[in-house]
């Protein structure tokens, strides 16, 4: 399950529970607000109020949010050259991604949009077809419906240059490298190697990816982590477990999502950006640079949770009482 789909499971669960106690409803399924932390030196930690997004993105020194409505919001850092900041308006936007200096959407009907540094955008994709995107310092990279990858922007170090074929499952992008997950649950990276951040480990149980700066960390299906590359923070040394569900990585640090919606963090910590709220009610996570991202929602008490359980079960002990 996604990490939106669980959020709005969880959100819809608490709809119900109000309801049922007669409180005031949660108005839609989806509520969930943005808690952000770490260096805040352009204001990109200043997170917009409200509990209506439903995913976040970290850039180098700005941040963005995907509304429900499907429009996007960004704040932070916001050079006039450039225009970080300056995100594309209207809604049906469905994802979203940042990269050092510029931003990539994704729409409803397999478009992309872009915004920001014009490195980074040079050559993107036009036309339907996408399924996937991702962001890296000056480059982005695109999974297509038929599986293959398309790749575009700065190339200096073979970074945009995706390997041929079209069983690709999942992608991510670094400052100067791009990994790969192939359908088979393999992995494949290309661009910069200098720190060994295209030695990726063997096997075929790797479920999603996230790249750093010179570094990439990745989760298994048994919900285990592995890390390789600069290893300078401590940022490949990767916490032991199996119930992480979702995992992301900035400049030195990583963060990661576990199954009771709390989070960890670990690595590069000197604008603590390591250092992760307390909570279990957390659902989406976003890091770059030396800031993070994450969604929370309401956390339903014991009781709640209990009366929604009643719920489910009230027809099938109305059923039996019956044949009595």
Known sequence: ????????????????????????????CSA???????????????????????DVAAGGAWSAALKEDGSIVAWGAN????????????????????????????????SLAGWGDEIGLEGMPTGNGVA?????????????????????????????????????IAIAAATFHSVAIRADGSLVAWGDNRNNQLEVPDGNDFVAIAAGAQHTIALRA?????????NVF?????????????????KGHNLALKSDGSLIGWGYNSFGQSDVPAGNNFVAIAANFDHSLALAVPEPSTLLLLLIGLTFLLPFIRRRMKRR
């Not at 399950?1 to 839609?28: D, H, I, Q």
């Not at 048994?222 to 600069?230: F, N």
């Open 1 to 28: 399950m996604s990490m939106r789909m669980r959020m709005l499971r969880y959100a819809c669960l608490l709809t119900a529970a109000n309801l049922l106690l007669g409180l005031a409803a949660v108005p839609k």
């Open 32 to 54: 969930a607000w943005i808690e952000a932390w770490g260096i805040n030196d352009f204001g990109q930690t200043d997170a917009p109020p409200g509990n209506d997004f439903i």
């Open 79 to 110: 050079n006039n050259r450039i225009g970080q900041t300056q995100v594309p308006l209207g809604y049906g936007f469905v994802d979203i991604e940042t990269g050092g200096n510029f931003g990539l959407a994704l729409k409803e009907d397999g």
């Open 132 to 168: 996937r995107i991702a962001a890296g310092g000056m480059h982005g990279l695109a999974l297509m419906a038929d599986g293959s990858l398309r790749g575009w922007g700065n190339n200096g170090l073979g970074q945009s240059d995706v390997p041929e074929g079209d069983g690709f």
């Open 222 to 230: 048994d919900g285990s982590l592995a890390g390789w590359g600069q």
């Open 234 to 250: 401590g940022q490949c040394d990767v916490p032991e477990g199996d119930d992480f569900v979702d995992i992301v990585a900035g």
